[in-house]
């Protein structure tokens, strides 16, 4: 298995762009997440999928933020219009087990 | 609500040596599972070892065991035998079965330095 799988690796963007991040997770895998690393938060969890429905978005900073899984096998991340704040690492994660949720390798968003 | 701490922004280890990272929780679930992870300047979260809050033993998995102490709601990583490699953030991350929410939550992180 290849793992979750995230893209990009890195995005530098400029302030008021759109941004979207992209999670694949493993297979078979029912549980989604989406994180959220900074200095000054920590991990924080933004967002999770259970069998490609919303359970919890109260970690979704604002309204400019938004997530969607219209399938088991994709979710994307959305950051409409991007602010410099925003910078972070953003990680996607998937389960289906009672322990092992992996981790994908995480994309470092740059907002200028 | 479940809270992790780990009080410890950061521990200098010598080689060789052991040392304890505290974890400590809080959660009004009878059942919930304790975990580990381990982040090195690469930046990819690596999983180390997991505990249940039923599980009568201490997890242990190689050079790492968790010093589950569930009265005191602490759940420690030991790591054994340091090795420059170990050198890490580490975090503590708790999630609740009983309410079935599957939110894995994390604490602050522990950055662990080697030292040679």
């Known amino acids: 298995d290849a793992g979750v799988i995230q893209s990009p690796r890195h995005e530098v963007t400029e302030m008021g762009q759109e941004v979207t991040l992209r999670c694949k997770p493993i297979?078979?895998?029912?549980?989604l997440f989406w994180y959220r690393q900074t200095m000054m938060r920590g991990l924080e969890l933004l967002i999770y999928?259970?069998?490609?429905?919303?359970?919890?978005d109260s970690g979704m900073p604002e309204d400019r933020f938004s997530a969607k899984m219209p399938n088991a096998s994709f979710s994307t991340l959305k950051i409409q219009p991007s602010e410099p704040r925003d910078s972070a690492v953003y990680f996607c994660?998937?389960?289906?087990?009672?322990?092992?949720?992996?981790f994908g390798s995480g994309t470092r968003l740059t907002v200028v | 609500a479940q809270k992790i701490t780990q009080t410890q922004p950061g521990m200098f280890v010598q080689e060789k040596e052991a040392v304890t990272l505290d974890c400590t929780y809080d959660?009004?679930?009878?059942?919930?599972?304790l975990f580990w992870y381990k982040q090195p300047s690469s930046g990819e979260m690596i999983f180390l070892i997991y505990?249940?809050?039923?599980?009568?033993q201490n997890a242990t998995e190689g050079r790492y065991s968790l010093n589950f102490q569930k009265a005191r709601k602490s759940a420690n990583l030991v790591i054994s035998a340091s090795q420059l490699g170990d050198s890490a953030m580490y975090f503590c991350?708790?999630?609740?079965?009983?309410?079935?929410?599957?939110?894995?939550?994390f604490g602050q992180g522990t950055t662990l330095q080697v030292k040679p």
């Open positions: 994660a998937s389960t289906a087990e009672r322990y092992g949720y992996t």
């Open positions: 297979s078979g895998h029912d549980y």
């Open positions: 999928f259970n069998n490609n429905v919303p359970i919890d």
């Open positions: 959660t009004s679930d009878q059942s919930y599972g």
């Open positions: 505990q249940g809050s039923y599980d009568e």
């Open positions: 991350a708790m999630r609740e079965w009983t309410s079935n929410t599957g939110k894995l939550i």
